[in-house]
């Protein structure tokens, strides 16, 4: 049982910073489910929240700043699907694909233009010292962090919220509607503007609660934005459309890379988080190309 | 059994086109193709024979376009075998069939937009070209001789469709019986034997039509190339071909001249009468 | 009145298909190749040879490589940087253990393994389209971002992990001094431009773009896409390879695994999209406006009398480039390659406005 010990620590910590990356990469399968946008901007996303969130909960106080947030988002949505993708509509996916990675560049620039570009730290109020958990079992217990359980947590809540909204809402079954087919949506009358809209904003939400969880373990910086890096991989494993995908594709890709760097890092210098969630979706893709739990693309001649 | 065909004389159709028909070029055996529980052919057999105009026709979704598929190695049929020249034809890929000489358009044109109508046209003959890697990015030997040789037989085909006046005008740009002749010209510049068409005249005017029907006679009798058609304009089957395949919900209804066909009882009920109202 | 076809007859294919058609082109490229030779050497000082001149020049490789890919074969990538990365320290390698191989043969060499590499990356091309890819290339990308970093090896144990290349001997003529580099720096950025552009004017050229456009349709005529997609990644990286050895060898001198990362992957792809897609002049104007562009942001305001820091330029930087890509995207795709062919086509028919 000694041994377990830091093998479970490590597999925990995985799960936990996977779960982060699923929530990234569940902004981006949102979008991509009702607009066919691969958004490469997401990770921008996440920073231009965090950023707004921090810097106005300097001079708010925190729910407030928080709504304001969540309205500077969806501003940000609406510039998005107005400026970027409605003059873009039709296009083929490489030139939208490519439309994001410059909507990423500007909303970086932007974003530390006007809220500064230093390390900001993000207090939720949640304890810094870590939990020991199981200390009965394990010889000094397991170490988790409050930070990452409340992570967790909140992914998990979200998750559940956004079935309900997708399942069970009108907006829900217009938005499955649209992601199904774009033409047939629109000609019953659901206006596609306005769904991508929502679902541009509901990303920008998605992102505010990745940017608060990252936020609040690494500081705001700019490396949040690296992070749809990370997510990207992530998608790919678990299919571009499933938001079961993002999640388990999250946990795999955390906890895999963890457990790699613990088990093969020091025999090969380290460092293999850098690239492990890229060789294995690589090696998916090769298997699998539509992901663990994408649609079979079925090509029609 | 196939080489020991006989010729058999001209068809009674058209008199005023004598063609030598000859043996059978393609056969098409029992085929049966599903998608997942959905029949799209149902042990459908016919042949294409050397130098003749075929017409397959058939209402909306009786399996078309799901045939030529088949022929040119898109669909791979559950059952059946596609026996071209002779041989049975494995699992093949498009690109193999092209390399075997079966060349098509497709009924939503399937052109190259980025490019200009000459280089669309030009890659037709990507096939007949051997210019190694080298001399292409040296422009010399093959790599340039190549390039000016086929330039002039692209241009005697632009000269034949009449379009040597668009040559520079990138195809996106083209009105639509113009993209239709400039993919039938990429094909022919793959000098085909067998020709495969899909809907040449769909959405064509009355002069467009005519003007497709006198190329598509002018290619089957100047270069002897193998036209099998599918068309829905019935006077333009009637007229140009030299027998016709009728589907029907994925099954062969009839196979016969123009006349036969025309006359056929079960052709009658199940599609012209439908067609007449 | 001056740029006029008129009464300039093409009389033959191979006058129809050469590179400059229009006696007024000729004359601007001999003019243009006159300056770059000539002209520039007599009169740039060396800030202007080593700040700005070199690197676009290689830069400029680069971004030819990408679009090969990237603008006549559809393919997207964002691993430009990993391909130009393995050129570099292929030839670092290669001249350090294999000290007798002739210097250019090196070169030569090192990019046929960027070009190696490069069609193992592109493998998963043959099963996924577009968005996919990037995700392959970018792992291209970080897999060579790592090892250059954490594989003592490649770097020769050398502590810092940085790397010195070694003197610039091309069979006796020693580059060192500014000029020199430059001279060579534009002789291979002239033959690349040569040799992609005959490429892309021959069959394996067309059959890229056949891909690009309509992969269904080019199977059809009789076009392998394995052939064509991953020829087009051995060419790409290769290109790039060599644009990596030269920004190592010639441009940085020392370098670390950090000059080739993701940011010059981007650089290079914004390079692309800016010029032009599909056109090898317009590799050469996006590199030339990417190069310039940080330049101008730093010293403009300047010269206006406002101050702003490091950190603000770097952030206007990031908003233009962005703002650009998609206003590019969205008006003009081709790029700055395209709007010089409308200028010209308007002085063609000019003084009538239609």
Known sequence: MAELGP????????????????????????????????????????????????????????????????????????????????????????ILFMATIGVTFFLDGFGQTIWGSNVYQLDLGIPASPWFLLESVFPGGLLVSPIDVFAAVIAGALVIALSIFFHSTKIGRALRAVADDHQAAQSVGIPLNRIWLIVWSTAGIVALVAGMAWGSKLGVQFSLSLVALKALPVLILGGLTSIPGAIVGGLVVGAGEKLAEFYIGPAIGGGIEYWFAYVLALAVLLVRPQGLFGEKIIERV | MLATAPPRPAPPATPQRRRAIGEVLLAVENISLRFGGVRALTDVSFDIRKGEIRAIIGPNGAGKSSMLNVINGFYHPQEGRIVWKGRVLPRMRPHEAAAGGIARTFQNIALFKGMSTLDNIMTGRILKMRASFIEQALWIGRGRSEELRERAFVERLLDFLEITHIRHTPVGKLPYGLQKRVELARALAMEPELLLLDEPMAGMNLEEKEDMCRFILDVNEEFGTTVALIEHDMSVVMDISDRVVVLDYGKLLADGTPDQVRNDPAVIAAYLGVAHG | MIYRETGQFRTSYAEDQAIFRLRQDKIGIAVILAIAWVGIPLLADEYLLRAILIPFLILSVGAIGLNLLLGYCGQISLGTGAFMAIGAYAAYNLALRVPALPLLLDFFLAGLIAAAVGVLFGLPSLRIKGLYLAVATLAAQFFADWAFLRVPWFTNYTPSGSVTAPALDFFGWVVDTPLEKYWLCLAFACLTAILAKNLVRSRIGRSWMAIRDMDIAAEIIGIRPMTAKLSAFAVSSFVAGGAGVLWAFVHLGSWEPLAFSIDMSFRLLFMVIIGGMGSILGSFLGAAFITVLPIFLNQAPALVGIQLSTAMVSHLEFMIFGALIVLFLIWEPHGLARLWQIGKEKMRLWPFPY
């Open chain 1, 7 to 94: 093998v479970l620590e490590v597999l925990l910590g995985g799960l936990m910073s996977g779960v982060l990356y699923a929530l990234v990469a569940l902004g981006f399968v949102l979008i991509f489910k009702a607009s066919g946008v691969f958004n490469f901007a997401q990770g921008a996303m996440v920073l231009f929240a965090a950023l707004s969130l921090v810097r106005l909960a300097e001079w708010l106080p925190f729910p407030i700043a928080f709504l304001v947030t969540i309205i500077i988002m969806i501003a940000v949505a609406w510039a998005i699907e107005r400026l970027v993708l409605r003059p873009l509509v039709g296009q083929h996916g490489l």
